[in-house]
């Protein structure tokens, strides 16, 4: 580039107005990020429980939408790895993978619990699927073993059936 005598290269001069004011709305924007995050960590004891998820729900949806996310991605990358090492033909479809099930959107409250065990009586949905429901919504812990559980309720039939049948000695 060739400048005639006389010239002016006021094109190429770094706009430091224009920086000046980026560096003040950088500093505007954290400040105001700390004063959220002073807000969500006060404690205030006086709220609901409705309350308290009502301020938080922003937060709640952003990362069940996060955990979801990765969790398809993840469950994409399990199919890939497994096809990938062992030569099988898996879909992600086939794979059942969930990041967290804290973020879950199957909690649905009385009404709905209701409705699904309505429809497992109907034999419209299967029992893992209610059971699922049921897991998710905190009616039955995580760890619970339907097997186990089955086999708990068939001894506890047997026993009232026997005891149904047995004499009490007269008095």
Known sequence: ?????????????????????????????????AKLGIRMLSPET???????????????????????????????IIAMMLNWRYGTDYDAEDIDFSLSDD???????????????????????PRTLWLMILKQNDIVPPEYDDIEGQAEIAVADEFAS??????????
Do not use: C, H
Not at 6 to 22: F, K
Not at 162 to 171: A, F, G, I, L, N
């Open 103 to 125: 973020f879950s959107q199957t909690p649905m409250g009385e009404g709905w619990v209701r409705l699904a065990t309505e429809w497992y009586e109907a034999s419209l949905i």
């Open 46 to 76: 006086d709220q609901s429980g409705i309350a308290l998820q009502l301020r938080n729900a922003s937060q709640t949806a952003q990362l069940g939408s996060l955990n979801a996310k990765i969790s398809v991605i993840m469950t994409q």
């Open 162 to 171: 026997y005891s149904d049948t047995v004499e009490e000695p007269p008095v």
């Open 1 to 33: 580039m060739q400048i005639g005598k006389g010239d002016d290269l006021t094109t190429l001069q770094t706009p430091t107005e224009a920086l000046a004011d980026l560096d003040r709305s950088i500093v505007s924007a954290i400040e105001e990020l």
